[in-house]
């Protein structure tokens, strides 16, 4: 049976469709995708997952991949795929989301107890899930039979023997399964409900503790484990134990190159166009963006120093290198075009929905680290220009580290903040700066000698921020945020803001 997508493929490969269906709702997620890939349809990701470098780091035949990267920048795509792939291939994938965790190492804060509650209940997963892939008997009856220890693989596959599969595809995995005992085992978002309390630290601590463990005991269970960039970080600096884990961290990063040829190779896909991810990388900028060419414009024809830009260049400074960031501000602007009876998206369309794209950034930050910083919204709004740094600078959101510890300072004075983890300690300007630049709040700039500005994130260069040594870096608010910050006066952004130069 032929796909969905190859169908509406031949509807639009020769003529365009009518512009009240171009950016439908049906058209407009096939188009950029899902915001949520474990609610994306399976075919349709593989046709337009992008694979960057880290993927073939992960997806490596080791025991031990720890994907760490912030919320929205594709860990679940990745995983998603890269089971998907081991399917294809024959090894049995097992997927752990929170749900099958839920009350594991949850009685106990003694860190060996916990270590040992995961390993039993990861184990216990492992072998339930196994059983449950291929067989619709109960799996209660049947996982009674696992052990605790031992060898956990053998008795799953005594456990499965004789039993009848009607799907070829699992068939095969099975056949597979019996032969070499292979499975590779994806742990995702389990950083869910995540409070960056000690007792959240320890747990997670101690997963990592366990599955490392069982790794190194079954030598046929790789593990695949996702974490939030600023969950792995305070775990890694308050547990020591974590160094024996550091070489198997990979760091989630995408540059702006790697995220516009993802947008281009979606566009190519739904028109039913196939590109290598090769091809994309290997052209400039200026021509990954004429791939976008059948739904939005090509040139920004606004006002001040956005007037006449390139587009490319306006979605690259207003994503926070997360691709979620780009499905979100594509897609609004879409639904914007459809309301306007666009056939492509134009530079009106992108304008009447900034401030809105800008707000739901600043509520993703602030649903993502209100548990860390209770009172986040408050430091984030603490830094809106002030109407005299507005009128004097050119830019108003570029601070040295001297000016914003002191605006955080003034407004700390007023009422301070607290981290959840120190609830008891007031925290200093210092610690609300590293927090800002932690969560990319924040962008370290400076300008080297042959006058060109210099960026760096926090995945790039955590310890920008130390009061002991000065880097010569100062601050900018990041792009994304400065509608939500500025609602009064947002046509002045184009004046006073200039695009970021990624070429």
Known sequence: MSSPFKDLAKQVKNKKLKIHNIFSEENIQRLFG?????????????????????????????????????????????????????????????????????GIAESTDRFLELIRAWNEGIRGIIADKAIRYFTEESSKKMSNKIPSTGKLLTTISDTLKGIAIADKAKMSVYENFQRNKRINVYIDDLDRGWQGKNEDITRISALLNAVRDISNELENVHFKVSLRSDVYYLVRTSDESTDKIEGSVVWYTWHNTQILALLAKRVETFYGREIAEEDLMSLHQSKIAQYLKPIMTQTFDGVGKWNGAPIYRILMSLVRKRPRDLVKLCSLAARQARLNKHSII???????????????????????????????????????????????????????????????????????????????????????????????????????????????????????????????????????????????????????????DFE
């Open 346 to 500: 134009q530079t009106i369309d992108f304008q009447g929905i900034f401030e809105n794209y800008s707000l739901e950034r600043i509520q993703d930050i602030d649903n993502e680290f209100r548990s860390e910083l209770p009172d986040i919204r408050r430091l984030l709004f603490a830094l809106k220009p002030s109407v005299k740094k507005a009128r004097k600078y050119s830019d108003s959101y570029v601070y040295s580290t001297e000016q914003i510890e002191s605006k955080i300072s003034t407004v700390a004075a007023e009422s301070p903040f607290f981290f959840s983890k120190k609830p008891d300690r007031p925290a200093t300007a210092n610690d609300l700066l590293f927090f800002l630049y932690k969560i990319n709040f924040l962008t370290a700039r400076r300008v080297n000698k042959d006058d060109v500005t210099v960026r760096k994130t926090f995945e790039e260069n955590k310890y920008l921020t130390a009061s002991f040594v000065d880097f010569g870096f100062g601050w900018e608010v990041h792009p994304a945020y400065r509608w939500a910050l500025e609602p009064d006066d947002g046509t002045s952004i184009y004046q006073r803001l200039e695009l970021i």
């Open 34 to 102: 899902h915001e949520a890939a474990e609610d994306e349809n399976t075919d349709r990701l593989k046709e337009y997952y992008f694979k960057n470098d880290i993927f073939e780091q992960v997806s490596a035949d080791l025991k031990l991949r720890i994907l760490v990267g912030h919320k929205g920048i594709g860990k679940s795509a990745l995983f998603k795929i890269a089971a998907a792939e081991d399917f294809d291939n024959g090894i049995l994938p097992i997927e752990i989301k929170p749900n099958d965790v839920s």
